[in-house]
C-alpha cells in the first residue's frame, strides 16, 4: 500500500457506511485485500507502507508485533461482518499483499483466511491469493498454504540479474524465483504470478530480455512487468539525487516495454492490462480476478494498517502504523483514517482511467463531449484500436499502452 494517505471525511467510530453504498451491492463482486506490513528489509525503489524490525522497535509494543498479527487483523475482518450486515454475497478474491506476507508463519496466513471463512462464505471458485518472497518461503511452507486454501501465489522476481537485484536491494538470490515456481506447482498451486520490473539503473536490453526468458522458462501462467518509477523519500531516489546511479528514461521505459510485449506474446501470453500477461490458452483463467475487482470498481474490504477499500462509491482508509492500527481495533473502534463519498462524476473518471488500461478497454458512452473528440484523436493517430472502436470502445493499440497515461489524460475530459 502506498505510503502516503490522501485527506479525507472522518470514519464513524463503528466504521458505518452510508445507507446508499450497500444499495445494489448483490450486483458487485466483493473481495478481499489483507495486508501484511512487514518486511525483512526495505527495498530502496519501495514507498509502500511496510516495517522493518528496527523501524518498528519501542513504536508500539506489542500491538505493532507480527507475531500477533493474525489475531489483530481477524478484529478488522469482524467488523466488515458487522459493517456491511445481512449483506449475502460469497467473496469471490482474497488477495494477502505486502509488505512480505511471507514473514508470517504459514499457519498465520491460513488463520486470516479462516478469519473470512468464519464470517463470510467463500465462492466455490474463489481466488485466494498471497504475494511471496521467494528466500522465505520453502515446499512445505507452501504445502501448508495449499492445504489451507491459497490457490493462487505471486512471486516478486524483479530480475535474474545479480546487478539490477543489488540496485534494487532485493535480497533474494538469482535463480530462486524460478525454483519457487515449480515448488509452488508442486505443492499443488493453480496459479502462479511472477513480477519483474524494468528500467533500473545499469540495466541493459540484454539484462532485460534474460530475465523475461529466465520468467518464462520458469513456466507460470502470469507474468506481471512495471517499469520502475523512483518515488521520492525513498533509497533510490536519494542514490539517483547524489548522482551514484543514473536515472532511466522515459525511452527505455518505452523500449523495454516493446521487448516484453514481443517476447511474452511470441511465447503464448496475452495482455490483458496494460502491465499484465496471462497464458492465452487459459482463457481469462489465469487472469489475477482479484485486481480486476480494482480496475473495474466492484467492492472490496482492505484489511491491515494503510489498507484502501471500496464499497458502493465510498473509499475509506485505514492508519498506517500497526501500533495505531491495532490499537484502535483493541478499543473496539475501527481504524479508518479518513473516508470519500466518490460523486458521479468522480466513478465515471475512474471508470475511465482503469477500464482503458484493460484489453477490453472502456465504452466510448462513458466519454464527454471533449473526451469523445479527444478519442477520434486518438483514433487518428493510432492510439485506439478501429474494429473496437467502431463497436463503441476505446482500446489500446500498442503504441497506445505505451502513451496510455498521456491518452487517458485527454479522455476524462
Known amino acids: 500500500m502506498p505510503s502516503a494517505l490522501p485527506d479525507g471525511e472522518p470514519v464513524p467510530d463503528d466504521g458505518a457506511l452510508p445507507p446508499q453504498a450497500l444499495a445494489g451491492a448483490a450486483e458487485r463482486p466483493l473481495g478481499f485485500y489483507l495486508h501484511v506490513p512487514y518486511c525483512a528489509t526495505r527495498c530502496g525503489y519501495c514507498d509502500f507502507n511496510t516495517y522493518t524490525a528496527t523501524e518498528l522497535r519501542g513504536t508500539g509494543g506489542v500491538l505493532a508485533s507480527r507475531d500477533n498479527y493474525a489475531d489483530t487483523l481477524a478484529g478488522e475482518i469482524r467488523l466488515a461482518r458487522k459493517v456491511l450486515g445481512g449483506d449475502p454475497r460469497p467473496v469471490r478474491t482474497v488477495f494477502v499483499g505486502g509488505g512480505t506476507p511471507t514473514l508470517l508463519d504459514a499457519g498465520d496466513l491460513v488463520r486470516m483466511l479462516d478469519a473470512i471463512r468464519a464470517e463470510f462464505p467463500l465462492a466455490e471458485d474463489a481466488e485466494i491469493t498471497t504475494e511471496a518472497n521467494p528466500e522465505s518461503v520453502d515446499p512445505a511452507y507452501l504445502a ?69 526468458d529466465a520468467a518464462l522458462g520458469a513456466g507460470p501462467d502470469h507474468i506481471s512487468a512495471y517499469a520502475l518509477i523512483v518515488e521520492d523519500g525513498t533509497g533510490l531516489a536519494r542514490r539517483i539525487r547524489r548522482g551514484e546511479i543514473p536515472m532511466t528514461d522515459d525511452d527505455v521505459h518505452a523500449d523495454r ?60 482508509w485505514n492508519v498506517k502504523h500497526p501500533g495505531a492500527y491495532a490499537a484502535a481495533l483493541a478499543a473496539g473502534g475501527s481504524p479508518g483514517a479518513g473516508r ?12 475511465v482511467l482503469l477500464e482503458l488500461r484493460l484489453r477490453e478497454g472502456c465504452p466510448l458512452s462513458l466519454l464527454r463531449p471533449a473526451g469523445l473528440s479527444a478519442s477520434q484523436r486518438a483514433l487518428s493517430d493510432g492510439l485506439l484500436a478501429p474494429g473496437p472502436y467502431e463497436q463503441g470502445s476505446a482500446v489500446l493499440t500498442l503504441r497506445g499502452r505505451l502513451l496510455a497515461d498521456a491518452v487517458v489524460r485527454d479522455l476524462v475530459d
Do not use: K
Not at 486454501?149 to 530462486?176: K, Y
Open 144 to 212: 501448508t498454504l495449499r492445504a489451507g486454501g491459497f490457490n493462487r501465489i505471486s512471486f516478486g522476481m524483479q530480475s535474474a540479474r545479480p546487478h539490477v537485484l543489488e540496485v534494487l536491494d532485493r535480497r533474494h538470490t538469482p535463480g530462486r524465483p524460478e525454483a519457487c515456481v515449480a515448488e509452488a506447482r508442486a505443492a499443488g498451486f493453480d496459479h502462479v504470478n511472477l513480477d519483474l520490473i524494468y528500467g533500473t539503473p545499469g540495466e541493459s536490453d540484454e539484462d532485460w530480455r534474460a530475465s523475461l
Open 257 to 316: 516495454y516493446l521487448i516484453a510485449d514481443e517476447v511474452l506474446a511470441a511465447a503464448g501470453y496475452d495482455w490483458y492490462e496494460v502491465s499484465n500477461w496471462a497464458v492465452a490458452d487459459g482463457g481469462s483463467a489465469a487472469r489475477c480476478r482479484h485486481n480486476e475487482l480494482y480496475w473495474r470498481g466492484a467492492d472490496w474490504w482492505g484489511a491491515g494498517p494503510g489498507a484502501h477499500s471500496h464499497v458502493g462509491g465510498v473509499r475509506w
Open 340 to 351: 470519500e463519498v466518490l460523486s458521479a462524476e468522480d466513478r465515471r473518471v475512474e471508470r
